[in-house]
C-alpha cells in the first residue's frame, strides 16, 4: 500500500508502476523547434485534413494514443482506462477522442497540469490495486486555443512581449502495474490552487509560477529530499519569464535549482521562431515529457526526474469578469530502475 | 487491495471507505420541488448577491463544501484532497471554490456524471492508501449553464418538449478511509463513451441514455449481480424520457428496473413546475444523492444503492460543427453496514 506521512500531499508509489511507451505528435512549427528529432510524428498539415483546428487537435490527441499503445507493445483491450483532458471548453478533445476506444474514460481539467494530473491520478489508480494498465494523454493546438481564449486567427493580433505560444501537440504516456519497464513512477504531489493576484491573460507565466513553487517546496518538505536528488527538475510552460521567476524564488527559500532545472515552454521553440516567452499548452509539457525526456532517460543522461506541470485556471469569462488567474501545479517523479 | 476481475471495468472497494457526510445546496425552484424537505440550504436569491451568476454558482458549492465539512464533525484541515468539476468552461467553478481551500484539488470534467466521477476517483485514490480523507463536489446553475449552452437568458426562448432544466444547486460529499461512519462505499464503475448518434441538444436524456445503459450491464456483468441485488437504482439526470429510454432498454435485456429504479431529473421537480421532462446539470443529482438518498439509507429505507451519474460531453462548439452527443455513465455502490 502506498506510503503518506499525515497532512501532506505527497504520495510514495511502491507497486512498481512501470511507463512502457510515450509518444509524441506536434506540428510543424514545433517540429522545426530544438527538439524536433525527439518527437515520434510530425504532422506538416497541421489542420490535418479537417475542416476544423479542433477536430485536427482530435486527430493529434488520437495518433498519439494509437502510437502509444503500439511502442508498449500493448493492445488498446489490454489498457484499462484512459485518462486526459485538454484546453478546449468541455474537454472535447479527449471526450471525441476517447469515442474511439473501447475503455473506461475518465476526464480530467487541470488547464496545462493536465499530464501531470493525469499522470499522478493514473499511477494512484494503478496503486489501488483496482487497474493495472492505464493511459495517459493531452494536447493542445496553437489555433484551437488562440480563437477560443483570446482573438479570431484572421486578425493577426499584436503579442505581447509576456505572450507564449500555444504548442500544437499531442502526448500520451502507458503505465502499468501488470507489465513491466526500466522506467518507473515513484511518487506523486498533488497541488493547491494558488492566486497571487496577476490577471493579464498574456502573462500565463508568471500567474502560474506560484503555483510551481508551492508544489515543489511542498514535494521536497513532504519528501525530505532537496534539489540534488533529482538529474533533472521541469516545469511544464512557464516560459522564460514564469521559469525565471522560479528560479530566483526557490533560491530565495534556499533552493538552488542551478542547471538541472528546465522549463519546457522555454525549451521548445528557438528564439528565433518568434514566440516571444516560449511555448505553453496542455501539450507543451506532453510532446517534451513523451518526446525528449524519456528516451534522454532511456539513454541514462536523467536517472531521476521531477516533472511538475502548471496549469492556469482562466476561462475567458472569468477574465472579462474582473477575476485574476488561479494556477496549480502537479508533480510526478520518473526514475530509471538501478 | 482493491479486486479487480481482469478486463472489467468494476473495482472492489476494500478499505472501508465510509461516507462521513453529504451536503446539498439548492435555489428556490429546487426548494419547491418534492424533494426540498431534504435539502441542506435553499437559497432563495439564486444570484446570492453576487455580481453574476457564474460566481453565484461558486457560493453555492462553497457552502455545499462547507457544510459537508461541518457535518462530518471534521476541518478542512482534516481532508487531503477536494475533487470536483462543474459545466462552466474550464470548470472555473470548482477551480475558483478550490481556490478558498488550502488542500491539493484534482480538477474533473464528466459533465453531469461528475458526482459519481469525483466519487468514484476520490474513493479509488483513498483504496490506494495515499490519501485518508477527501472531498467530492459538484455544482450547475440554471442561469449560467443556460446562458453558456443555450441562449442569453433574456431571450426568453420557448423550450421544446424533450428539454430539461438545468438545476441550480451544489452537492459535497466527505469520505474517509480513517474515519467511519455506517455508510460504505463499496464499488465503482468507471464508464466508457458511447455515442448513439444522437444530434438533438435539447434532448440530452436520449443523448445520454445508451452511457446509462452500458455502465448498467458492465457493472451487473462484472459483479455477477442483478438488480436484485439492489433496494434502489438511481440515475442522474436522464430525465422523464432518458429514464424511460433505460428502463425499456434494459427490460429488453432481462433486466427489470421495476420500481427500484428512479432518475434524480424525474424526481427533482414537480410536473406542474414546468421543466417539461424535468431537471439536468450536475447538481441534480449531487443534491439528490447527498439530500435525499443518504438521508434515506440512514432512516434504512434504502440499504443497497448503485448511483449512476451520466454526462453529455458536448460543448457549444462541438454541436455547431455538426457533431453528435457523446455520453459517459460512471457508478458507485453504497450500502449501509449491516
Same mark, same amino acid.
Given at each position: ?28 512549427k514545433e517540429?522545426n523547434g530544438p ?64 469515442? *474511439? +476506444?473501447? &475503455? =473506461?474514460?475518465?476526464?480530467?481539467? !487541470? %488547464?496545462?497540469?493536465?499530464? $501531470? ?48 505560444w500555444?504548442v ?26 494558488? *492566486? +497571487?493576484? &496577476? =490577471?493579464?491573460?498574456?502573462?500565463? !507565466? %508568471?500567474?502560474?509560477?506560484? $503555483? ?53 515552454g522555454a525549451e521548445i521553440f528557438y528564439p528565433?521562431q518568434d514566440t516571444?516567452?516560449g511555448g ?12 525528449? &525526456? ?45
Open positions: 500500500m502506498a506510503e503518506k506521512k499525515l497532512g501532506s500531499s505527497t504520495v510514495c508509489l511502491t507497486r512498481n508502476i512501470s511507463i512502457m511507451s510515450g509518444a509524441s505528435v506536434v506540428g510543424p517540429g527538439l524536433g528529432a525527439y518527437f515520434d510524428l510530425i504532422i506538416q498539415d497541421d489542420k490535418c485534413a479537417m475542416p476544423s483546428y479542433e477536430k485536427a487537435e482530435g486527430e493529434f490527441m488520437k495518433r498519439a494514443i494509437d502510437l502509444a499503445v503500439k511502442k508498449s507493445g500493448l493492445h488498446i483491450e489490454d489498457v484499462d482506462l484512459l485518462l486526459g483532458g485538454d484546453l478546449l471548453n468541455q474537454i472535447v478533445t479527449a471526450a471525441f477522442a476517447a469515442r *474511439d +476506444y473501447p &475503455i =473506461s474514460f475518465l476526464g480530467l481539467y !487541470g %488547464a496545462c497540469s493536465t499530464m $501531470a494530473q493525469s499522470l499522478a491520478v493514473g499511477s494512484l489508480l494503478l496503486e489501488s490495486g483496482g487497474f493495472d494498465t492505464a493511459l495517459c494523454t493531452t494536447s493542445s493546438h496553437f489555433s484551437s486555443a488562440e480563437r477560443q481564449y483570446r482573438a479570431p486567427l484572421e486578425l493577426g493580433n499584436q503579442r505581447t512581449p509576456a505572450a507564449q500555444t500544437t501537440g499531442a502526448g500520451a504516456t502507458v503505465i502499468s502495474s501488470l507489465y513491466s519497464s526500466n522506467q518507473k513512477l515513484r511518487a506523486v504531489t498533488l497541488g493547491r490552487v494558488c *492566486d +497571487y493576484g &496577476i =490577471s493579464d491573460t498574456n502573462n500565463m !507565466g %508568471a500567474a502560474m509560477a506560484p $503555483a510551481a513553487l508551492d508544489t515543489l517546496l511542498t514535494h521536497f518538505e513532504d519528501t525530505g529530499r532537496d534539489p540534488s536528488y533529482y538529474d533533472l527538475i521541469v516545469t511544464g510552460d512557464l516560459g522564460l519569464l514564469g521559469s525565471q521567476i522560479v528560479r530566483e524564488q526557490a533560491l530565495s527559500r534556499g533552493l538552488i535549482l542551478d542547471d538541472k532545472y528546465m522549463d519546457c528565433e516571444h516567452c505553453s499548452g496542455c501539450g507543451c509539457c506532453a510532446v517534451t515529457l513523451n518526446g525528449y &525526456i524519456l528516451e534522454q532517460m532511456r539513454r541514462h543522461v536523467y536517472n531521476k526526474v521531477l516533472f511538475i506541470a502548471t496549469g492556469a485556471l482562466l476561462s475567458v469569462l472569468t477574465s472579462q469578469q474582473g477575476e485574476t488567474i488561479p494556477g496549480i501545479a502537479h508533480a510526478v517523479v520518473i526514475e530509471n530502475e538501478v
